[in-house]
Structure formats: structure tokens, C-alpha cells
């Protein structure tokens, strides 16, 4: 099983952007489909960005469309998620995951087997 570690989280302002950085063991890295997902005080965790494990599909939500983007460099198995125009809805914790399914329902982190442990987004209005 991978180690995975999210970092680049933290506070900024509406309209800000952040880039997160999910550093994983390099097992297998390059075989793995990626997704992002965040849970906000409340709510349920839900997926945010996927990327399969060529690089050449990309999937996010609705909510993140033309505003983030999702991406990884397998020679420094690290997986990436660009955050612009951040608004206050968008602060939860976030996750990276790992999954080692082929066909998947994305944004269920019932496909996805590897966790990191999560990293803090807040965007002040």
C-alpha cells in the first residue's frame, strides 16, 4: 500500500488560487487513475477532479469546471490540482486518492483504495 501526502493548502482570499501537491510512494504510481476530492464542515466528501492513469482523461465536477485542473508528473510521482478563482464555497479539507480500477465511476470514493490524510483549503470572502 502507497504513502500519500497532500501539501499547499491553507488560508487565501476569494478570487486567489492555491496549488496542491500530493506526493506519493513510488510504487506503482504511473498505474494508478488519481482523483481529488473535499469534504466541508457538514457535508458529505465528494469528488472534485480525476485523472486517469495515461493522463489523457480528465473528469471534475461541475462546480470546479474552468477553474481548476487536475494533473501529474510521474517522474516525480506527484499528483497536482491548480486552483483558481477560489471562492468560499470551495474551503473544505482535501484529499488525494488512488485507485487501481481501469472503468470507475469517478467521483465515488467507493472506487479509490489509497488516501492521504487530507489538507485544509479555507477562502475568506
Known amino acids: 500500500q502507497g504513502m500519500m501526502v497532500e501539501s499547499g493548502g491553507g488560508l487565501v482570499q476569494a478570487g486567489r488560487r492555491l496549488r496542491l501537491s500530493c506526493a506519493a510512494s513510488?510504487?506503482?504510481?504511473?498505474?494508478?487513475?488519481w482523483g481529488w476530492f473535499r469534504q466541508a464542515l457538514g457535508k458529505e466528501r465528494e469528488g472534485v477532479a480525476y485523472?486517469?492513469?495515461?493522463?489523457?482523461?480528465?473528469q471534475y465536477a461541475e462546480s470546479v469546471k474552468g477553474r481548476f485542473t487536475i494533473s501529474k508528473n510521474n517522474a516525480r510521482n506527484t499528483l497536482y490540482l491548480q486552483m483558481n478563482s477560489l471562492k468560499p464555497e470551495d474551503t473544505a479539507i482535501y484529499y488525494c486518492?488512488?485507485?487501481?480500477?481501469?472503468?470507475?465511476?469517478?467521483?465515488?470514493?467507493?472506487?479509490?483504495?489509497?488516501w492521504g490524510q487530507g489538507i485544509r483549503v479555507n477562502v475568506s470572502s
Open positions: 513510488p510504487s506503482s504510481f504511473p498505474d494508478y487513475g
Open positions: 485523472i486517469d492513469s495515461t493522463g489523457d482523461t480528465t
Open positions: 486518492a488512488a485507485t487501481v480500477r481501469l472503468r470507475l465511476t469517478w467521483y465515488s470514493e467507493r472506487e479509490y483504495q489509497y
